[in-house]
């Protein structure tokens, strides 16, 4: 087991380096067991109501935003299945990072994350968020995005077409379904690992104490 | 070539015709900024195209190129100079063309050369820098990333993924992807 | 059979008949943007989904009481307009408080709305909504004039402030009023291209532009309670439109199947108007402000004027 810091504070240096990260990701969505068994038919309900409409942020993190009205437009229609866009974090669901991160848009990133309402999930597209990718030798982009924020869905390709892209949206569906997805509590919970490994690499640190959920 | 034959006249340069359209230049540090500035005024070259920056490390220079286009002609200029590499220093002109702000922000913190009186922002591209700067070409980027971001388990040399698999488990390589193997 | 019950109960249906047509127009514009643009769109239920996934969310976050109450004003306000109108021509059902209202009332009842999601974006603190909000204001500077001109004539042609007057004409005469002052109608019409606030003018919203300017700090129960409001408030512009100009609905009589088929002919009808800003917004880019006011104050204007004049004289 790792050790855990004990204050969600500002960790020093020292302190940062000597924990012994485990690199194993904390929240995932896969094959998380669904504890809401007294709650079945209301879950099943709204379950049903959160899959069949999407808002996904309007946000194009890398280079993998050009897929994205691709998928929106006339010819891989994705609004039949209900996905539209938003416009602000306070009124999305879905956050869609398409492509690589340096470490200037993560911590943009973050702040977009911790302002949208549970229950969120995150879709990650192409390689560089599973290994890095084209810049796995980069001093800039980041190589493993769920040590920094929990993924729901990796889509792979560089950049995955809009009928790969829509079957990520599928298999987020089936997930919603089995009332597995969604890690903004599990978010919450594990807030100091999390805050571990994005302050390691984002050097000018300046998020408020109390941040507002 | 009468454009060099003009420019040797009055500054102290050396220069060669590379093809129909571009023509190269060298000159000292100290005349880069006049020599800019009589083509800008006496030969039509308006538009500055590129800024560029080479790291010569075995000699221990830094060589920076200047291109200038000219669109009555469409002729390039090429400036070429050398800077000592263990204290760069250069000569901002900025009041020359505006864009060579940006360039000379990105020299300034890409590869660590100076420019006395050039105002803009210390931080560009990377935020809270304490190391060197990281387009010098003995900064090691492959190490500062293994150490600085987590890699995946399992993918730390970038190997091809097939094979990977074929050595971990012992398949076999389907027929469809054999053309793309590297063996 | 009159009584405060009953009269309760009509209130409730009322609100309920505005509530389900106003979000299945919803749909249906999502439905025909689709197919106008050569794919298939969402199903026609989808607003339902919406709000109700939207009333799902964990948490919800809001900026100070202003915040919380801005999207309850706006209910309040398409209420209150609601209950003033007359649904259906004669009956018991569905008559509400219609004996009582006129039109100048509904005149400055139908900005509250606006005014609860002002109060509310200006808490957020966020400067889009600021910015937003003084948009549509501002247009709303523009729209206001050339729909009080038409109401003005109609006032003025038929000597009566009150809706439920002009249904009685239109069903005597047999004439619809739209064919007896055709201006008025024309200056309606186009200040309610405003009103709705699709393309071309829907610069307070537009996602792109402002980051959806003042509902932007909203989300989760205070957006799905917007989208409620302005969904009631769809349903109630339209049956204004149509009680005025269309003549109304419920001319088949007062037993249970005249009240149905009344109902469809008023969903009918009220869908028919609907179709005017759906089409012209669909094609249609997007006004700056300045434009859409100097827009309205050139031929709406003049159009309401003529319909002033045509009531006077003729």
Redesign the interface.
Known sequence: MSNKINTIGIPTEEEIKKAQ?D?SPRCTSAGRVNDKETQKMVEYILNFARKHSLFVLAYGTGCGAIEIPATMTSRYDAERFGIRGAATPRQADVLLITGYL???TL?RVIRVYEQMQDPKYVIAFGSCT???GMY?????????LD?YIPVDVYIAGCMPRPESVIKGFIKLQELIKDGNAGNGECYRDNLDWYRT?QQ?????WDFPDKYNW | MDLINNLKEVFEIEGKIKNDFQIEVEAKKELVSSILLYLKNQHGFIHLNHMSCVDWIEDEIFELVYIVWNPNIRKTVMLHTKIDRNNPEMENIDTIWDQANTYEREFREMFGIEFPGLVAEREF??????EMP?MRRD?D??K??EE??????G?EN?EDVRETIVKRTGEEIPDFAKKYSRD | MEGIGFEILGALLTTILAFVVGMFFGGLNRKITARTQNRVGPPVYQNFIDLMKLQAKRTNIAHGFMGHVAPIWIIIAATTVLMFIPILHDGLWFRNLTFRGDLIFLLYMMVFGSLGMALGAGQSGNPNSAIGVSRGLSQMVGFEIPFVLALVSLMIQFQTTSIQDLMAYQHESGQWIIFANPFAFLAAILSYLGMFRYSPFDIVGAPAELASGPISEFGGKYLGTVMTGGSIFTFVKLVLMVDIFFGGAGNFGTGFWGVVAGLVELVVKTFIVYLIPVFIGLVSPRFRTEQAIRFFWKWPTVFGVIAVLWAVFL
């Open positions: 990260i690199f340096s470490t200037k911590k599973i290994n890095g796995f030798d980069s001093y800039n982009t980041i190589k493993a040590r490994n390691k690499i984002i050097k000018n | 591209i990377l935020e809270g820098w304490t990281p900064f980027t492959k500062y990333a600085t971001f987590a890699t995946r388990p993918r970038a």
